[in-house]
C-alpha cells in the first residue's frame, strides 16, 4: 500500500519562501515520477511541478522560475522549494504518484497573505 505523507506548509508574506517536503511509503521509490498538485479555494487541482525517475523535470507555467522539484531517493522524499510566493500560489499542495492506481497525500495548506 503506498502512503504519501507531506509536511511543510504554512502562512507567509508575499515574496517569501517555503519548502514541503512528501515522505513516500512506496517500494522501489526510484522508479517512480513524483509530482506535486494544489488546489485553490473553487477551482480544480492543477498540476504544478513533476520530477521522472531519471530527474527530468516539469513545471507549471505559473511558477516556472520560481519552484524548484527535487527528490532524494535514499530517504525515498520529493520536496517543492517554493520562492517568490504570491498570493495566487495560496493552495492546500499535494504530494501525488502513480502504482497501480494514482496516489495522493493528505495535503498540506499554503497561504500567502501578507
Known amino acids: 500500500q503506498v502512503q504519501l505523507v507531506e509536511s511543510g506548509g504554512g502562512l507567509v508574506q508575499p515574496g517569501g519562501s517555503l519548502r514541503l517536503s512528501c515522505v513516500a511509503r512506496l517500494s522501489i521509490f526510484s522508479l517512480n515520477t513524483m509530482g506535486w498538485y494544489r488546489q485553490a479555494p473553487g477551482k480544480q487541482r492543477e498540476l504544478v511541478a513533476s520530477i521522472s525517475s531519471g530527474r527530468s523535470t516539469n513545471y507549471a507555467d505559473s511558477v516556472k522560475g520560481r519552484f524548484t522539484i527535487s527528490r532524494d531517493n535514499a530517504k525515498k522524499m520529493v520536496y517543492l522549494q517554493m520562492n517568490s510566493l504570491k498570493p495566487e500560489d495560496t493552495a492546500v499542495y499535494y504530494c501525488?504518484?502513480?502504482?497501480?492506481?494514482?496516489?495522493w497525500g493528505q495535503g498540506t495548506q499554503v497561504t500567502v497573505s501578507s
Open positions: 501525488n504518484t502513480y502504482r497501480d492506481a494514482v496516489c
